[in-house]
């Protein structure tokens, strides 16, 4: 049996909680939400399941960091990207002078360095990680929490750590399944989720499957061409889970946050859909500011991508998204 801890009491954290609990692990949770650490305390998470009852009740639900450090044995980051850098900073200022495992359960780049989570943090917070993995791929949080069959990657640079993890995580249910290839395939997680805001625009104002996946295949064309032109790195993985599939996933499906978004500005514009999710994080359009820095604005190559910024952060209007296919 692992001690494994999650920073963040979300919805996807919650699901792949309940399938540790499920394997009979014992699983501590940090959060700041009091309606989801009380009702975590019970074995459930009422905002995104219902009355639907984990495996078990977990062992440890607080609002101390420092109580679920003690004597873990990986730590599971599932907040917000935005948030990644402050929490691992947090866990360094304790001064515990250990290395911990970590999986990072966050799509996005991290902002203050407009860079992918595992360079940066993995170079910032070097003395305290031991071990540092993603796990990503197709993916929703109810049809985990639902025990539907899913399969997706543990990705990082450490095959040992991949083999381990995905002891912990594997069921009837739920397949894990190694990858070494760990920037292609966050890059990958990344990408997908601004791409999603353009076929989730395009469902809006083009209700046909022909349109949709022609924009999704552009989209996972300027993805591949970022991979090979901006990384430097031959997409070998594109058919992994946590590429093609978590690409296919996240930009066709209402169950997507970014795709969600992405149909309201196709129905409303950025403005009034901005003012409907204002509540709640849209990696996708944090991700489009942070890949357009990184790239200095030069986004002639990503014709898709450009229109996507210009719409999200310019004065375009969403009903020209498309207008580059007629220059």
């Known amino acids: 049996m692992a001690k494994i801890s999650f920073i963040g009491t979300g919805a996807y954290g919650t699901a792949l909680a309940n399938v540790l609990l499920k394997n009979n692990h014992e699983v501590n949770f940090y959060g700041i939400d009091d309606q989801e650490i009380n009702d975590l305390k019970q074995g ?24 679920v450090l003690n004597n873990v044995d990986l730590i599971i980051l ?3 990207s935005k948030a990644t850098r402050f929490i691992l ?11 911990f495992n970590f999986i990072n359960l ?9 860079d992918l989570l595992s360079r940066t943090l993995t170079s910032d917070f070097s003395h305290i990680i031991n071990n540092y993995a993603a796990l990503i791929g197709p993916s929703f949080a109810q049809e985990v929490f639902d025990e539907n069959l899913t399969m997706i990657n543990i990705v990082s640079e450490n095959q040992e750590y991949n083999d381990m993890i995905a ?36 469902k809006a104002m083009h209700d046909a499957y022909n349109t949709l996946v022609s924009v999704l ?9 970022y991979l090979k032109h901006v990384e430097k790195i031959s997409p070998e993985s594109i058919s992994e889970l946590a590429a093609f599939g978590d690409f296919v996933l996240t930009a066709t499906s209402n169950k997507s946050r970014n795709f969600s978004f992405g149909y309201e500005i196709g129905k409303l514009g950025i403005e009034e859909a901005t003012k409907l999710h204002k509540s709640v994080t849209t990696e996708g359009l944090v991700s ?6 990184k790239l200095n604005n030069n986004l002639e190559d990503f014709p898709l991508l450009n229109s996507l910024y210009q719409i999200c952060y310019g004065n375009k209007s969403h009903l020209d998204l498309l207008d580059f296919l007629s220059k």
């Open 78 to 80: 599932a907040t917000p």
């Open 106 to 114: 966050s799509k996005g780049l991290d902002a203050e360095k407009n």
């Open 288 to 293: 489009l500011l942070a890949i357009s820095k």
């Open 217 to 225: 295949t552009l989209g996972f064309k300027e993805a591949n061409h």
């Open 44 to 67: 459930l998470n009422t905002k995104y399941f219902n009355q639907k009852k984990m495996h078990k009740i977990p062992n440890l639900v607080t609002k101390n960091l420092e109580d």
């Open 167 to 202: 002891k912990l995580f594997t069921n009837e249910n739920f397949k894990v399944i190694s990858n070494t290839d760990l920037i292609t395939l966050q890059t990958y997680s990344v990408l997908k989720n601004i791409y999603a805001l353009a076929t989730g625009m395009t």
């Open 89 to 99: 900073k947090k866990i360094d200022d304790f001064k515990l002078n250990k290395q």
